[in-house]
């Protein structure tokens, strides 16, 4: 569970519920006895049954983008991955660990994330991933990618396979990002992205998500930001999330709890102009919060496994393979997720907190409207 405060009181996230908490129920951060006991009575520290298993399949681990502060990339934006694409043969591994570990868990439903690299470096694997589990299993699928191949005809045959969500990220305003989320020709991607965005939206049901990436030079320009999206994509049909950027060597600034007032105001005018809030949830991963992979899996081009997104391609914290399974020490390798520092993590709390003041308000003006 996570403890954030909010403008009225405690917000307890938990993985089956969230619960604004008085003030007097929490102390140094911590719930009290009583804060406890209605938490408990509430169901918010419920840990639920397992319902799908996940599994993130890197089908590319190349990418068109040169992101320095990318955890794939060395920080002068050059990859540290060797290049591997999926093939045919790993894809039907896939399937069959995947099938193996959901037999062992005791469910009959997926959940499939198309990552890299830039997963649309391999088309050709996307689209196999999605038409073979798709035909074997109950499946829901998203991908991660920059959007800057995600064209309308590529778009279409994705939906056509069993595709439903795209997380996409932008990194601030149009001139800020085209700095920063560039290819190596140096030719800039906002306008493309967006475009592509919402193209998809118009000829296909996929849904998008759009993250933005915040260090404190994108902050000043983050309702900037909104107007541009707002000229170009379906709004109510688009879903929103700031999240800062981890530091993984680059010596990228983050911003702090200060900080996340300029982004809350953002959020606010997000919600006002109907974008949708990403909920903020509690810090549990199918992929890495249990050392043996019992809920999740994620697997590389080349079949080997990792604990989390963040360790792939780091020979020296690969757990196993598709072959082999988990190897008997994986614990000794094992990375978890979110390693942020403690102002991100300031900034992440306050930030999470006002969105879901955000949300309760909004939510509030649905029942006096009704």
């Not at 909104?226 to 983050?254: C, K, R």
């Not at 000794?332 to 102002?343: D, M, S």
């Amino acid at each position: 569970m996570r403890l954030v405060r909010g403008a009225h009181g405690w917000w307890c996230i938990g993985r089956s519920a969230t619960a604004l908490l008085p003030e007097g129920l929490v102390a140094g951060g911590k719930l009290t006895p009583e804060g406890l006991s209605q938490v408990r009575a509430a169901g918010v520290d419920v840990v639920p049954e397992p319902d799908h298993y996940s599994l993130t399949v890197v089908t590319s681990t190349g990418c068109n983008l040169g992101c320095s502060y990318c955890f794939q990339n060395s920080p002068d934006g050059r990859r540290r991955i060797a290049p591997a694409r999926i093939d045919a043969g790993n894809v039907e591994k896939c399937l069959d660990f995947a099938e193996e570990r959901m037999a062992a868990l005791g469910v009959t439903k997926l959940e499939l994330l198309l990552f890299g690299g830039e997963p649309l470096l391999n088309p050709a694997g996307c689209l196999q991933l999605l038409r073979a589990f798709g035909a074997r299993m109950q499946v829901t699928a998203g991908m991660i990618s920059n959007g800057v191949l995600l064209t309308r005809r590529m778009a279409v045959r994705l939906a056509e396979a069993g595709l439903g969500h795209v997380q996409v990220t932008l990194d601030g305003a149009r001139e800020l990002h085209d700095t920063s989320r560039i290819p190596l020709n140096g030719k800039p991607t906002f306008d493309v992205i967006l475009a592509n965005v919402a193209a998809a939206q118009k000829h296909t049901r996929l849904r998008f998500t759009l993250r933005v990436n915040v260090i404190p030079a994108v902050l000043p320009g983050l309702t900037r930001l909104l107007d541009q999206i707002a000229e170009v994509v379906d709004v109510p049909g688009t879903n929103l999330a700031i999240a800062p950027v981890l530091d993984y060597g680059a010596g990228v600034p983050a911003p702090d709890a200060r900080a996340a007032r300029q982004a809350l105001d953002a959020c606010a005018k997000a919600s006002e102009m109907g974008f949708r809030l990403v909920r903020p949830r509690d810090e549990h991963c199918d992929f890495c919060s249990e050392t043996d992979g019992r809920l999740g899996a994620v697997v590389s081009a080349d079949g080997t496994l990792f604990s989390c997104w963040d360790a792939v391609g780091e020979e020296e914290l690969a757990v196993g393979g598709l072959d082999t399974g988990y190897h008997e020490s994986s614990h000794e390798r094992w990375r978890r997720c979110g390693g942020e520092l403690p102002h991100t993590r300031a900034f992440s709390d306050a930030l999470d907190a006002g969105v879901l003041d955000l949300i309760r308000a909004g939510a509030q003006k649905e029942v006096t409207r009704s």
